[in-house]
């Protein structure tokens, strides 16, 4: 999520949750979770996610 590694959800392509992850020294050191409620609705909107090929 906004060049570091998540995990998206989206049912029906109607993204729901995100949880973005902060990488410091080779260890997860924040988790941030996005969820689909009022106080969220405007960072979900502003989340750039991006599928890689598989």
Known sequence: MNGSP???TA???RL???LASTIRDD???EIDI???ADAD??????VEVAVPDV
């Open 27 to 29: 260890k997860v050191a």
């Open 34 to 36: 996005i969820a689909d």
């Open 16 to 18: 729901f949750l995100v």
């Open 6 to 8: 998540g995990l998206v």
């Open 41 to 46: 609705a405007d960072r979900l909107g502003r």
């Open 11 to 13: 049912p029906g392509g």
